[in-house]
């Protein structure tokens, strides 16, 4: 493995010791420590302390959510050019120092730097975007059938939201919600996952740095364990958005639907490449390794499924091993690296733990899956790729979430997409093919939310809907024009004149 260069590590080192200070929540526009503090650690060197934090308590929780109640009906009032230029600073500020909030999101995330450093312009794309969203007109006029009655449709703020986040985008999740939210006048309470804290308190910072009312948005910081029941359960919480877990989205909506509020729920998922006899095979592999591999397999989107046709199967097996054995896997900081870390020591040991299941239901580890040494003292783990797969088995069926894929050898189209559909989940599904008829008819029959083709599964645009289909989501669809549906509750106005 090639080392940081030394100059970097030198910085690297001024800013572990004195750079980030103790994170703290926000609330009602002011900081707050608690007593309970814990330390974030880097995956990629388990001696990097990126931060010191302070957990909210469930007191914390409802001052918070008290304080959002108390500034919404002002805050819905507000003017769209209010929203517009707060949400255009908030991109401006993440875009001025990007590079150094991509190496926060390296370091407390595990994500190889360039990764890092375009989420956060990826995440400032949302906050311009949802900048313009909030100046666009989004009522409609409509005629009655009485005469002299108009109809109006209008769209008003949902209220309080509620935005629980995962570890993996630990910006870009966030800032999809965050800023729809704003644009369309909601106030705030933010609990974003406690293994990435630091990129969320300096959001908050940024935040806190604009002319936002006080109390519109509250950042707390805890265990889900611990105070998200206290969010999730709140009787004055108008609407929740959760991206995580399925079992965790589960039992949100079980607490959250006994007060009848709007749920969105974007969860985990099992996804598959096809690649056909007519495929392209280069383009095939490099959407294999991209779709199974980035981001170390810790994306809802990352195929874990290759389901390969007979014709092309022993080409597209021999590239694969061979673009494998490229792949650097290393310290998330090393320009160099393609694959980082596990996220943590419990992810690195349940990737251990499927690779022994994977052998056991009577597939073969072809290459990888070993556990590595670097430099630092990291959850180092080999991409790994399985052969003579069968859909049923739980390799094949159940979310991993890391570098593991594993190969189905069916014997044409028909039987691919049979497979593909064989699951609980349904949130992207690839094909790689030349054939017209075929990638029409896989757009139609694949039962997923996101349909690749000749891409990877992996690898959203900002603008579009995001989410998926059966255990993979919950309610209306994230990102783009698609957001006003969750962030706002609709209004039928009848004006007799
Ligand atoms: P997770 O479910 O463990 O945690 C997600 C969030 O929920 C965290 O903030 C966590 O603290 C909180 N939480 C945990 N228990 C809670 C409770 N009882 N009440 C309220 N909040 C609670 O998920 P994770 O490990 O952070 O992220 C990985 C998962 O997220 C994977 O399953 C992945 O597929 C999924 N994911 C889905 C999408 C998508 O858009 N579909 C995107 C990214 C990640």
Redesign the pocket.
């Known amino acids: 493995m090639k080392s940081i260069d030394k100059q970097e590590l030198i910085n690297l080192n001024y800013r572990k010791q004195f750079a980030i200070e103790p994170t703290k929540n926000y609330i009602d526009g002011t900081w707050v420590t608690s007593s309970v503090i814990n330390k974030n650690i880097n995956p990629s060197d388990t001696s990097d302390i990126v931060a010191s934090f302070y957990e909210a308590t469930k007191e914390d929780v409802n001052i918070s959510i008290e304080a959002a109640v108390n500034i919404q009906d002002e805050w819905a009032k507000s003017s769209i050019a209010l929203r517009e230029k707060i949400l255009n600073e908030i991109g401006d500020k993440l875009l001025s120092n990007k590079d150094y909030y991509g190496e926060i999101i390296s370091r407390e995330a595990g994500k190889p730097l360039k990764e890092a450093t375009d989420e956060v312009v990826k995440s400032a794309d949302f906050f311009f975007y949802f900048a313009a969203e909030a100046i666009r007109s989004r009522g409609t006029y409509m005629d009655s059938p009485r005469q002299n009655v108009d109809i109006e449709v209008i769209k008003e703020p949902v209220g309080v939201v509620a935005l629980?986040?995962?570890?993996?985008?630990p910006l870009a999740?966030p800032a999809w919600k965050i800023a729809p939210a704003l644009a369309f006048g909601n106030s705030i309470v933010f609990?974003?996952?406690?293994?990435t804290p630091t990129i969320a308190y300096i959001l908050a910072k940024i935040i806190d740095s604009t002319e936002l009312p006080k109390g519109v948005f509250n950042l707390v910081i805890?265990?889900?364990?611990v105070i998200?029941?206290t969010?999730?359960s709140s009787k004055h919480i108008d609407a929740l958005s959760?991206?995580?877990?399925?079992?965790?989205?589960k039992?949100?909506a079980r607490?959250s639907i006994k007060n009848m509020i709007k749920l969105q729920l974007?969860?985990?998922?099992k996804n598959s490449l096809i690649v056909l006899d007519d495929a392209n095979v280069d383009e095939a592999v490099s959407a294999a390794i991209k779709g199974s591999y980035n981001a170390t397999g810790?994306?809802?989107t990352s195929s874990s499924k290759l389901i390969v046709t007979q014709g092309i199967y022993e080409e597209f097996l021999t590239k694969m091993k061979e673009e494998m054995k490229k792949l650097v896997i290393g310290n998330s900081l090393d320009k160099d690296t393609q694959i980082g870390p596990a996220i943590s020591k419990k992810q690195l040991k349940q990737n251990v733990s499927y690779i022994e299941l994977g052998k056991k239901e009577g597939a073969t580890l072809v290459c990888g899956g070993e556990v590595l040494k670097r430099d630092t003292d990291g959850y180092y783990f080999s991409p790994a790729l399985f052969t003579d797969g069968k859909s049923k088995m739980r390799l094949n069926q159940e979310?991993i979430?890391g570098p593991i894929a594993c190969i189905i050898k069916v014997k044409d189209y028909e039987e691919a997409l049979a497979v593909l559909n064989d699951t609980e989940f349904g949130?992207s599904g690839g094909i790689m093919t030349k054939d017209l008829t075929k990638a029409m008819d896989f757009k139609h029959n694949a039962k997923v939310g996101n349909i690749m083709i000749n891409l990877p599964t992996a690898g959203m645009d900002n603008h579009v809907p995001?989410?998926?289909r059966k255990s993979?989501?919950f309610g209306s669809r994230?990102k783009s024009f698609s957001a006003s549906d969750f962030y706002t509750t609709t209004k039928t106005a009848y004006i007799k004149y």
Do not use: R
Not at 164 to 169: L, Q, R
Not at 242 to 249: M, N, Q
């Open positions: 629980i986040t995962p570890w993996n985008y999740i609990k974003p996952s406690n293994t805890g265990q889900g364990s998200g029941e969010i999730t959760f991206t995580g877990s399925v079992d965790v989205g039992s949100i607490d974007e969860m985990g998922s810790q994306k809802c979310e979430f949130l995001f989410g998926g993979s989501s994230e």
